[in-house]
């Protein structure tokens, strides 16, 4: 049982189209960060969020730790091939500096 | 700065083998992490240090695995004897500080025969 829970698992859309990949947890974290990685490279940080009900806007990515600070949401505006591939979401306790990784969503822009 | 390197990229080798996975952290960075990420279980801390030191070795699967920082720039990972269930993708990453993204190296993958 993954302590953090994304969904969906994969998804699959035509450019331009709009998505939302959710990650949600029991545990409250102190922090949540948000990765994307490429086959055959390591996850690359796209963004951190500390505060419950905070939204960071990344050019078409808007992230939202929920206000209790158990979930986030990724949500990508008009899609577009690059965005393709497989987006974690990783949550930090209070004390000590250990991320632990949601299972990730595969996702694949159709061109 | 050139980022984290680990070496080798790839690595096959035959169960009971000895296998030594290298990494070195971005220059300045206090934290150094070890993940092993499969498909079956994804991505799962192994092991984590804290100005050299390991602070959290809780994901270390066993006595077969072992980790070493002995200065702030170089970082080992050996598993002794190794076996096939440890073919997986081994990334090093290195961290400024607490709430700070980590930066990932791009991996070993390593099979085992």
């Known amino acids: 049982t993954q302590l953090l829970e994304q969904s969906p698992q994969f998804l699959s859309i035509q450019e331009g189209e709009n998505l939302t990949v959710y990650c949600n947890s029991s545990s409250v974290f102190s922090s949540l960060q948000w990765y994307r990685q490429e086959p055959g490279e390591g996850p690359v940080l796209l963004v951190t969020v500390v505060t419950g009900g905070e939204v960071k806007k990344l050019k078409r990515l808007t992230f939202q730790f929920g206000d209790a600070r158990k979930d986030s949401s990724l949500h990508i505006t008009a899609a577009q091939p690059g965005d393709t591939g497989l987006y974690l979401c990783a949550g930090a306790w209070e004390y000590g500096n250990k991320l632990v990784f949601g299972a990730g969503t595969i996702l694949r822009v159709k061109s | 700065d050139a980022g984290v390197i680990q070496s080798p990229r790839h690595e096959v080798t035959e169960m009971g083998q000895e296998v030594t996975l290298r990494c070195k952290p971005i220059?300045?960075?206090?934290?150094l992490f070890w993940y092993r990420q499969t498909m079956m279980r994804g991505l799962e801390l192994l092991i984590y240090f804290n100005n050299n030191v390991p602070i959290d070795d809780s994901g270390m699967p066993e006595d077969r695995f072992s980790a070493k920082m002995p200065n702030a720039s170089f970082s080992t990972l050996k598993i002794q004897p190794s076996e096939p269930r440890d073919s997986a993708v081994y990334f090093c990453?290195?961290?400024?500080?607490?709430?700070?993204?980590?930066?990932f190296g791009s991996g070993t993958r390593l099979t085992v025969v």
């Open positions: 990453a290195s961290s400024a500080g607490r709430f700070i993204g980590y930066t």
């Open positions: 220059s300045g960075h206090d934290y």
